[in-house]
């Protein structure tokens, strides 16, 4: 059985294709034949004359290789270093340039100069008329004497003298410690026989306080940090007699 065909199907190796063709597009027995155009060709209008239709007289001059043209510079020669333009600073004139004045001016803030004895020591302290440095030395003598020392100047130093009643609260809470561990070791040393420990800590005791009897004499600052709270215990509850 033959296999079904469309008119679209031109399989070059089939032998009706040319045949299936003319049928297709009703040319078998009924198309005209060519007709024979005869006579001189007739010339066609010309538009305006194009530029690459031009005469030769009118193109531009072929321009030669060797001729100097400019170019992008590139970017792996470096630029010619420049010699005949060089960056100048503008010039400033004298008067543009600012001059200090010729003297310091005259509402100059100068600190008050402090005096020589208060630079001493040897300056009176208000409430007990004896100068600073006897008043700081006065709360670190040891045993009872400094701390009866200490109770008197903040009874009678007021709080302006702030440096003498600082002292004087440190020295005491101090020598408070100092006394109430001396006790606690007396009485460890009564109950075991050994007193070794009691005497080493009892000289350690005046070795410090005499330590810090020289400080204060010398105004050199002495803070003991531990002591920092207790200290102003004393010095907020005892307040001077008026």
């Known amino acids: 059985m033959e296999p079904k065909r469309s008119k679209y199907d031109t399989n070059p190796l089939d032998e009706g294709v040319a045949h299936r063709a003319d049928e297709s597009f009703g040319r078998k027995g009924s198309g005209a034949a060519t007709e024979d155009i005869s006579g001189s060709t007739n010339p066609i209008n010309q538009s305006a004359p194009e530029t690459s239709r031009a005469a030769s007289q009118n193109e531009a001059p072929t321009r030669r290789m060797d001729e ?65 440095r006897w008043a700081l030395i006065i709360p670190y003598i040891p045993a009872w004497l400094g701390i ?36 606690l070791l007396g009485g460890l040393g009564f109950i075991t026989g050994r007193w070794s420990g009691l005497g080493l800590f ?9 330590i810090a009897m020289v400080k204060v004499w010398k105004g050199k600052p002495f803070v003991i940090a531990p002591l920092e709270e207790p200290r102003r215990w004393p010095e907020e509850k005892i307040k001077p007699r008026k």
């Open 202 to 210: 009892r000289g350690a005791c005046f070795i410090f306080l005499i």
């Open 148 to 183: 009866i020392g200490g109770f008197i100047e903040l009874l009678l130093v007021p709080r302006s003298e702030a440096r003498v009643r600082f002292h004087a609260s440190q020295a005491i809470v101090l020598q408070l410690g100092m006394t109430a561990l001396t006790m």
């Open 68 to 132: 100097k043209v400019t170019s992008y510079p590139s970017v792996f020669v470096p630029p010619p270093p420049r010699t005949s333009t060089t960056y100048e600073a503008p010039r400033v004139t004298p008067s543009d340039i600012y001059l200090p004045p010729p003297g310091s001016p005259p509402n100059i803030y100068q600190p008050p100069a402090m005096p020589l004895l208060a630079r001493s020591g040897l300056n009176k302290v208000e409430g007990l008329g004896m100068a600073e």
